[in-house]
Nanobody, 117 residues
């Protein structure tokens, strides 16, 4: 099994930056693709960015140029650097990881990002 715990959320002014972190534990050697997703109130969960075990990245069009996903395999962490934040970025952000050992996708419990105008 894999456990994912997000941190780094909070209140930020519009135009500001936040760095989210996701710590992985458990059978982490079997984690392949990882990603960040977000869910705003009243909306469906949506993809923010993904990264493969080899470092290839994919971003939602709405965040390209403002948000960067990276992973530190040595420290078992997934990071999300978010810049130029706007009201549309306010949401609960979730970390997810695909596990090749059991074919499951594991999710963290989320971290809340609030953007003030």
């Amino acid at each position: 099994q894999v456990q994912l715990v997000e941190s780094g959320g909070g209140l930020v002014q519009a135009g500001g930056s936040l760095r989210l972190s996701c710590a992985a534990s458990g059978t982490i050697f079997s984690i392949n693709d990882m990603g960040w997703y977000r869910q705003a109130p009243g909306k469906q969960r949506e993809l923010v960015a993904t990264i493969t075990s080899g470092g290839s990245t994919n971003y939602a069009d709405s965040v390209k140029g403002r948000i960067t996903i990276t992973r530190d395999n040595a420290k078992n962490k997934l990071l999300l650097q978010m810049n130029s934040l706007g009201a549309e970025d306010a949401a609960v952000y979730y970390c997810a990881g695909g596990c090749s050992a059991d074919g499951m996708v594991y999710w963290g419990k989320g971290t809340l990002v609030t953007v003030s105008s």
